[in-house]
């Protein structure tokens, strides 16, 4: 074997997911509002200055390949790190390296941390100096929102781009090159998927590319080892060779996927309307045609807060349960824990109030802007902020009979602004009296209209 033939063979020994990666930023499938014409990543491509970067999305939305894209096209020296299996010795080894590439090579360094808001403070401090001299460009990946997960010293040198889940026809795509792709592809076996098999492949991968792809190398292994067994050709990847290949039905959608909603609505619909028993039936439909039990138990839970909600507090911890325990048992044995969810769910008393003052308070947040902390409930952690008046006036509620006294927490715009308003129904009953005896004494009357 010559070397070409080995650099090839080595080449073509990579997942396909790793193999299908593009080369080029006009190759990569989706995500146009971060990688189109006027986007960050184009401004940072498109001049001399580079940006640290925080890329969040779901897993497979190109992270990793938008990272690589960005030190190729800058001819950075590129270092991959997980925030899962690395220390902070191992980012002073990072930095050591970095400053060689930058005094001995004048190379910039691009420091891509796969799963940043793995890092803790400590991990994160580590590296925050050489982010602010300079010596290297982070661009950190999480599908966690960075505001949460990263220190706010951190976050303030980096800009953030967010990536989507593909859509099912960036999937189609990207799984229509890897059949076609002679050179990183399967283009050479002549592979070849039914559109029914497609379809069916682009819904399991729920918007993960990298999902889609192994999916579709093992599913093409599959079919490869059955053509040697009989000595034929190899056949199309059809629906039920991945059935059997994934011990998974496909589920029972049209390709529009209507299907789909129509038996979700339909179970969220007969939960609302208190039906159990077609509550359960339309629950053993779904699971009968392979719907994902942990998007059924997501559902659930939703469903809990916006059709429920202090009617019941009890039904979010049965919902969030029933998901935790079909992860732990798996099937068929967590498909217990899910009926029983649906029917405490469909039998509890149903509110939406919770949805409704959620709607408005929102709705009033984004109307009014940014408007000032009234003076009295702030915190006056220094002289000067006490000199200014922050905390004068505030009562502690404690201090005061039934921890209540009457005072205001809204800023002057909003005063006497009632968002919240709970039925007669479950435990928002007790709720109400309670709201219903303090409410005046605030000068809260009635509730605004939305």
């Not at 339909?266 to 939960?271: E, G, I, Q």
């Not at 959620?358 to 009234?374: C, I, K, M, N, Y």
């Amino acid at each position: 074997m010559d070397l070409f033939e080995h650099s090839a063979r080595q080449k073509l020994d990579k997942p396909l997911a790793d193999r299908m990666r593009p080369q080029r930023l006009e190759d990569f499938v989706g995500q146009s509002q971060a990688v189109g014409e006027g986007s960050l990543i184009r401004q940072v491509l498109g001049t001399d200055r580079l940006f640290s970067l925080i890329l969040w999305g779901p897993p497979g939305t190109g992270k990793t390949t938008l990272a690589r894209l960005v030190a190729g096209a800058k001819q950075a020296h590129f270092i991959e790190f997980s925030a899962v299996l690395s220390g902070v010795k191992d980012i002073r080894r990072v930095i050591e390296e970095a400053r060689q590439q930058r005094d001995f090579h004048h190379r910039r360094t691009i420091l891509f941390v796969d799963e940043i808001h793995r890092f803790n403070k400590a991990q994160q401090d580590a590296f925050l100096h050489h982010v602010e001299n300079g010596l290297i460009t982070l661009i950190g990946a999480t599908t966690e929102n960075p505001s949460f997960e990263v220190i706010p010293a951190l976050m303030s040198r980096c800009r953030v781009v967010l990536l989507k889940s593909h859509t099912d026809e960036d999937l189609k795509n990207i799984l229509s090159q890897a059949l076609t792709d002679r050179e990183r592809g399967l283009g050479r076996q002549g592979q070849t998927i039914t559109p029914e098999a497609l379809d069916f492949l682009v819904r399991s991968a729920d918007g993960d590319a990298r999902r889609a792809l192994n999916s579709l190398e093992v599913a093409a292994s599959l079919c490869a080892a059955a053509g040697r067994e009989s000595s034929g050709p190899c056949a199309p990847i059809d629906l039920p060779m991945l059935e059997a290949a994934f011990q998974k039905k496909a589920l029972r959608y049209d390709k529009s996927g209507e299907e789909h909603f129509n038996l979700i609505s339909a179970l969220h619909k007969s939960l609302r309307g208190s039906d159990a028993d077609a509550a359960l039936y339309w629950l053993a439909r779904m699971l009968a045609a392979g719907e994902d039990p942990l998007y059924i138990a997501r559902r659930m839970v939703r469903f809990a807060c916006e059709d429920i909600g202090l009617a019941d507090p009890q039904a979010l911890t049965t919902a969030l349960n029933a998901m935790e325990a079909f992860r732990f048992l798996g099937r068929p044995e967590g498909e217990l824990a899910l009926a029983q969810a649906a029917l405490y769910l469909a039998t509890a008393p149903k509110s939406n109030s919770i949805y409704r003052a959620w709607r408005t308070a929102a709705r009033s947040a984004e109307d009014h802007g940014s408007l000032p902390v009234p003076l009295h409930i702030r915190n006056a952690p220094t002289s000067l902020m006490k000199n200014l008046g922050y905390g004068r006036g505030y009562r502690y509620a404690h201090d005061y009979k039934d921890a209540f006294i009457p005072q205001d927490y809204f800023p002057d715009q909003l005063k006497g602004t009632i968002f919240f308003e709970p039925s007669d129904r479950g435990y928002e009953k007790e709720i109400k009296r309670r709201l219903d005896r303090w409410r005046p004494l605030t000068g809260k009357k009635a509730p605004r209209e939305p």
